[in-house]
């Protein structure tokens, strides 16, 4: 049976039948060894094994022997919790559910998710497939953020005011970056570049604000189709949409970017919006801003200091790359984060999370 996983993890080496008799330990002890299990049985029972996964993964461990104490860096326990996360992912992605060609389910109890498998996934290539069932799980959570929305207080009063992402294009929920673009002064009205547009937000932000054209740009055509709908949903018709990489042809007043904010390197779509290996797109941004700035103009950096805390890039290295750009900062604009896990003490990240700080950063040619 064919495989199919969005963040391009292989198939499981081994896949065994699995049905409503398999407990749930037995059920762990085979996901943690990397053994998938494709279900037979009902869908719901499908669901509550899931669950029974989850909560054992989740467990603490039993108190080892006393060792003597070492504290990790922040780096190293940045490195760790991801390793975590990701063996948590690979045991939670083996109990396996099996597609139709049309994305049916041929399970008992099993809902019809057509719809929301032709928004992720496309048209079907007409053969069916096996794929994990949090990731299925994933694709119906995407669809009804979809069908809702998110609510963008900068755009205006509802309803005319939501954003609606597609599977695998990062929804706007941290809405400090939002408020930041809405708020910071504009250089000038005629032109500005938008740069990874995403869901095409503060676009419709920048147009809303009176910006008589934006340019805005993606290299993920999924993107750009859910920046398009948003747009039209809007009816903001001053935006231009263009794939490619970083920056479109000539130069503007205005060239606006909010990259991924931590250097690391992603495992899936979705987390090209969060990690940013090397951080090349924030460094190709600060390289090429000044060959498209117009002389007066303004490039804004939309940036969280997260990484900074993380151990993972330093301030005086944000600092130099800006300098080596021959450019100059021409102030900055600073916003408290205002997302849950600020405030949750058992996350393994939390001493950093509590410092983060997301900055506008204003740059101009050096003169």
Not at 9 to 23: F, G, K, Q, Y
Not at 124 to 152: P, Q, Y
Not at 263 to 273: F, T
Not at 345 to 358: F, G, I, Y
């Amino acid at each position: 049976m064919n495989w199919r996983a969005e963040s391009g993890a292989p198939a499981p080496r081994r896949v065994v039948l699995a049905d409503d008799t398999l407990n749930a330990d037995a059920a762990y002890r085979l996901a943690c060894e990397g053994t998938g299990l494709l279900w037979q049985g009902d869908f719901h029972n499908a669901r509550q094994l899931l669950q029974a996964l989850v909560r054992r993964a989740d467990r603490k461990p039993r108190k080892a022997a006393k060792t003597p104490v070492t504290h990790p860096t922040a780096a190293q326990s940045f490195h760790l919790h991801r390793q975590a996360l990701g063996q948590r992912a690979r045991t939670l992605g083996m109990v396996l559910v099996p597609l139709n060609a049309d994305y049916s389910i041929p399970l008992r109890r099993a809902p019809d998710l057509r719809v929301a498998c032709q928004e992720a996934w496309g048209p079907s290539n007409g053969k069916g497939c096996m794929v994990s069932l949090r990731e299925l799980l994933g694709v119906v959570g995407a669809h009804e953020w979809r069908k809702k929305g998110v609510e963008i207080t900068a755009l205006g009063e509802p309803p005319n005011n939501r954003i609606h992402p597609y599977y695998g294009v990062f929804s706007p929920i941290r809405g400090e970056y939002v408020d930041l673009v809405a708020n910071t002064p504009l250089p000038d009205t005629q032109l500005a570049f938008d740069i990874g547009v995403g869901t095409g937000v503060l676009s419709a932000v920048l147009a809303r604000r009176g910006v008589r054209r934006v340019v805005a740009t993606d290299q993920d055509p999924r993107a750009l189709a859910c920046a398009r709908e948003n747009l039209q949903r809007l009816k903001v018709t001053q935006v231009e949409l263009l794939q490619t990489d970083l920056f479109p042809p000539g130069q503007a007043p205005l060239v606006v970017c909010n990259p991924p904010w931590v250097p690391a390197r992603p495992s899936s779509p979705i987390e090209h919006a969060v990690y940013d290996e090397g951080s090349r797109m924030l460094r190709g941004f600060l390289a090429g801003l000044r060959e498209h700035l117009t002389p007066q103009g303004e490039g804004w950096l939309i940036l969280s200091d997260l990484a900074e805390h993380l151990g993972l890039r330093s301030r005086e290295e944000l600092l130099d790359w800006i300098t080596q750009a021959d450019l100059q900062v021409l102030g900055r604009h600073d916003i408290r984060p205002r997302h849950s896990k600020v405030m949750d003490t058992s996350d393994p990240l939390h001493a950093a999370r509590a410092q983060e700080v997301t900055s506008l950063w204003r740059l101009g040619s050096a003169v």
